[in-house]
């Protein structure tokens, strides 16, 4: 019996420094959780990335020939302004009215447009739309009517693309924030669980210690 009693009060206190290290590698564990979820995943991420004038008409040529590739996209027409029902509520700047009046094949165009932007973001679209407009015409003053007009498609298409293309990175990068945010959570609920089971055992080797002493204290 006094062998098996040794046995029983060695593996009983495996257990215990075992629980006890598993127990602070989940606290450690928890707390470098914690840590990662104060930290937002999505830290510096613009929910609207703006797209600057300068920036679109520095990435498109200056020439008709050259802007035919860009702005052969726009060879629709027919259209009135009333067909971009994407823009119903929003306030179209004058100078982008100006060019949707000229070209008709710029208004389903510009509806397909809004169909990829977020509803909040759609207005500030427009507004960024109307200053690449504007700077383009600037641009473009002395050159001749079909340049001008070809060179301001060009300069709408360019933006619109590389704005879109910046809202889905985003959207992209907010979504893998959130998706990370989850799986943190529920790591750490699973760690949360674990100590607890871990507190449990520790407290019944504990008490089943104190027990087994207290009976041999009295069979002495």
């Not at 699973?190 to 089943?208: D, H, N, V």
């Amino acid at each position: 019996m006094k062998i098996a009693d040794k046995l029983e009060q060695r593996l009983l206190g495996m257990v215990r420094a075992l629980c006890l290290i598993a127990l602070v590698g989940a606290v450690l564990a928890m707390i470098a959780l914690m840590f990662a979820l104060a930290v937002p995943g999505r830290a510096g991420v613009t929910v609207d990335p703006p797209v600057s004038a300068s920036e679109v008409l520095s990435s498109i040529p200056g020439s008709q020939a050259a802007n035919d590739a860009l702005s052969s996209d726009g060879a629709n027409g027919g259209y009135a302004a009333e067909n971009i029902p994407h823009a119903a509520g929003l306030l179209i700047p004058a100078p982008l009215r100006d060019v949707l009046d000229q070209d008709n094949a710029s208004q389903p165009l510009l509806d397909a447009w809004l169909t990829s932007i977020p509803l909040a973001d759609r207005q500030r679209f427009l507004d960024e739309l109307t200053q690449v407009v504007t700077r383009a015409s600037q641009h473009a003053a002395s050159w001749e009517w079909d340049n001008r007009e070809r060179y301001v498609a060009a300069a709408m298409n360019q933006y619109a693309q590389v704005k879109i293309e910046r809202i889905d990175a985003t959207q992209s990068a907010i979504e893998a924030a959130h998706s990370r945010s989850e799986q943190l959570g529920s790591s750490l609920g699973t760690l949360l669980a674990l100590a607890g089971f871990l507190a449990l055992l520790l407290l019944l080797t504990a008490i089943e210690r104190n027990t087994r002493n207290s009976a041999r204290e009295r069979s002495v």
